[in-house]
């Protein structure tokens, strides 16, 4: 409580205190930042130009001119965004050197999103926007690589049907309705629903997908809007863990990454998973006054979801034996969240110039029950030749007889846990302009969390669980305006990430939590009335308090570890000239461990799957008036360094191998997309996308030699026809 009331006199005293600008939205000449509240959603009106942080916004238009279905489709086209993970449908979105792990719907985080939960798609959702950085003021405890925010497709001022149904390679079929009606002066219902089924490239995969959302707002008199919604997702896909890689040289020479067929599926053709997921909200906005606004929001999620497959052990192969061991696994997972924010909004007169003031409360909360049992060994599969093994018998909730695999009985292995994760936070934020075309933002908060784990099976064990209390999380910045179009900032951020270990710290004393720790400088452009925004910034983030064993020191465990990412990003977004838009950027990492416990490791990548240069952009171009009115035509190219994933090997003091390389590498590579559409009519417009239009062969994730690389999708096409009715 000192801290808190220490904090809220540093507010009083005009101190700088907010913090970065996790949501982010275009309406017109207005960019909504923040947790805004000029738009249906958010905290505060602030133009993009003047949040001293890097945020991308991938909106409705580009969302469907580049058939971004899903959340990952759309991250994998962020500048920025590295996307990776060794399961096929539980992907890492990695930014600025780590993953993120803080989300937010509407401005309210949550932690729905995580596992157990599935990768959205997007149909229910406006727009997502992406934050790069810490994001600990309004999202509390997490990763310093940033957060991602997505805005719900909300009721309209009037009419309107939209409908959609698309075609394309591996026969993919979707079908949209979205329809929004007025049903008095003061209410408004928006409903929609989505449907898809599909093949993948893999072999025998396949995935299925319903969606449906509805949300009503009323007005409550001439201050008061009520808001409310739920959303339902069924997902039903194949699942895999990707494929192994050669291993490395006795001479300590690296592995390679595979040259086989890119359909090649390593898992079985009973793979599969289903996840059922609910999720409603509810939000009462008051305005007070002309100045002030009161606002509630909260979301409750239930995730039910089953998986059951067959994935490769973590073994490389070699080139002429690429036989290695198959895993069952069967895990039955539920999961409720729960998430509540109130904050009060407002701006009042200091220095002759508009402040913006907000404080708040938000909590989030996750309780888990996860059955799960594992086979491992039961089968065997050739890489170069894989054929699909029979479905044993799988029970996560007991034993059963041992099964005959290929070397002999092989016993399953189950259990049970339930696990508890509860947060709760005060913040504030304020933006204070002592002088003309200077602005100091600033932010603080004070986060509580704790969790509560418990094996329940196969043997009830005591629960176990610790707390991280009163931690608080700064933020400070300032945002100088050059001229009326031009400014230049710079900011600094913290986050903190629980952590355990088996082991006491030395000196005794509770693990203490990562601390990621930001500082970054950049400038902002704005041309052609704010109808283009040009962005560059550089960074600098260290993460400490990382665990470090000492072989002198057996026992005990040392926060000594140390990591750091730097960089530079640049961005533009927005119209070049009308009709004609670009959405894209390019970023540089440079990342390393300082201090580790192994000290081979010291001064080398600690995520070398991201590349050190990437540049993503996507344009389209679409006249309004003209001989060319009514068509479109876009593109977009990703490209990306060189990446490596794994461990290098490790020799004995006498010079001899201990361990094989498990490094995998991939040179530099670009895949480029083409798109062509039509308007035919006011109603009906048409348009086809072709992705990987050379047909690249490349590989989309790379882990190591043991398992987790994908091959990215080979030239695939997609036509849509879109119906419009308002």
Known sequence: MRTLIAMLASTALITPFTALAADAAMDADIVV???????????????????????????????????????????????????????????????????????????????????PGVVPDLFAYDRLEVLRGPAGLFSGSGNPAGSINLVRKRPLDTLQLRAAAGYGSFDNIRGEIDLSVPVTANAAVRVGAMVQDQDQFFDVAHRNRITAFGVGSVALGERTTLTFGANYDRFKPAIQSGLPGIIGGADGSDGQLLDIRRSTFLGADWNR???????????????????????????????????????????????????????????????????????????????????????????????????????????????????SPAEPPLDPFGPLPPFQGPGGPVTQVYGGTTSDVEQFGLYGQLRVSPVAGLTLVGGGRVTWWDTNNQTVLPTLLPPTGYAINNRFTPYAGLVWDVTDTLNVYASYADSFTPQTSALPRVGGGAIAPLIGAQYEAGTKLSLFNDRLLLSAAAYQITQSNRLFTDPDLPGVVQQIGKVRARGVEAEAAGEILPGWRINGGYAYIQNKYLEDSNPLLEGISFVPVIPSHSIKAFTNYAPAEGALAGASLGGGVTWFSPTAGGNAAVFNADGSLRTRSTIVRQGSYAVFDLRAGYKVSEQIALSVNVNNVFDRTYFARISSTGRGNYFGSPRTVFATVRFTYK
């Open 33 to 115: 930042i923040g947790k805004s509240y000029g738009q249906p959603v958010g905290k505060t009106v602030t133009p993009l130009k003047d949040v001293p942080n890097t945020i991308t916004v991938i909106d409705r238009g580009q969302i469907e001119a580049q058939n971004l279905f899903t959340l990952e489709d759309a991250l994998t086209a962020t500048p920025g965004i590295t996307v990776n993970g060794v399961g096929s449908e539980d992907p890492s979105f990695l930014s600025r050197g780590f993953a993120i792990n803080n989300y937010m719907i509407d401005g309210v985080p949550t932690l729905s999103l995580g596992f």
């Open 273 to 387: 998973f289903q996840s059922d997921t609910v999720s409603a909200f509810v939000e009462v906005a008051h305005r007070v006054s002309d100045r002030w606004t009161l606002r509630a929001s909260g979301l409750y999620t239930d995730v039910d979801r089953i998986d059951i497959y067959s994935y490769i052990g973590n073994q490389p192969i070699t080139p002429t034996n690429g036989v290695t061991s198959q895993i069952a696994y069967r895990g039955d997972t539920y999961m409720t969240t729960k998430s509540f924010d109130f904050n009060g909004v407002g701006s009042f007169p200091a220095f002759g110039r508009e402040q913006t003031l907000i404080l708040g409360v938000d909590y989030q909360g996750n309780s888990q029950r996860q059955n799960a049992t594992r086979l491992s060994n039961f089968a065997r599969i050739d890489v170069y030749n894989p054929v």
